[in-house]
């Protein structure tokens, strides 16, 4: 039980340390990561692979959208945090009750994760095929710095 206890406590601070965590994979390293383009990227290069004013508008109207939902996300992930570590406190914390708390914190985590996976595709889905090109190359020559 002890062992279960330290193990989660392990995996929330790693989670929780960007500092901890392992170097990012580089994106010519990540097959997903090659074909999704961030919107701050996209918006930072938009002179670059000619995006249009529609497109620009488009891209700035779905992140404020996300903006808002992740906010809500996040502030609901840190309370179900805090009340898992609060049940991790207790000398005797009651398994069931941890790991209910857990898939709690993971399927908030899910749902961020499936929202800007979300949000980048509608990016990606708004770019021309040779914008698209042209941003890979870039993605690859800022990889390569």
Do not use: Y
């Amino acid at each position: 039980m002890k062992l279960k206890q330290t193990l989660i406590i392990c995996l929330l601070l790693g989670v929780a340390s960007a500092q901890d965590r392992p170097p990012q994979p580089r994106p010519g390293d990540d097959p997903i990561a090659q074909n999704l383009f961030p919107p701050d990227f996209v918006m930072r290069n938009r002179q670059a692979i000619a995006l249009t004013t529609e497109q620009s508008e488009f891209i700035k109207t779905e992140v404020q959208k996300v903006q808002a939902r992740f906010t809500d996300l996040q502030w609901q992930m840190m309370a179900e945090q805090e009340a898992l570590a609060s049940l991790l406190k207790q000398d005797h914390a009651d398994e069931a009750q941890v790991l209910a708390e857990l898939d709690k914190v993971l399927n908030l985590e899910r749902e961020i994760k499936r929202s800007q996976i979300s949000l980048v595709l509608r990016i990606k889905n708004r770019l021309t095929s040779e914008q698209q090109a042209k941003i890979r190359e870039l993605k690859h020559q800022e990889a390569q710095r």
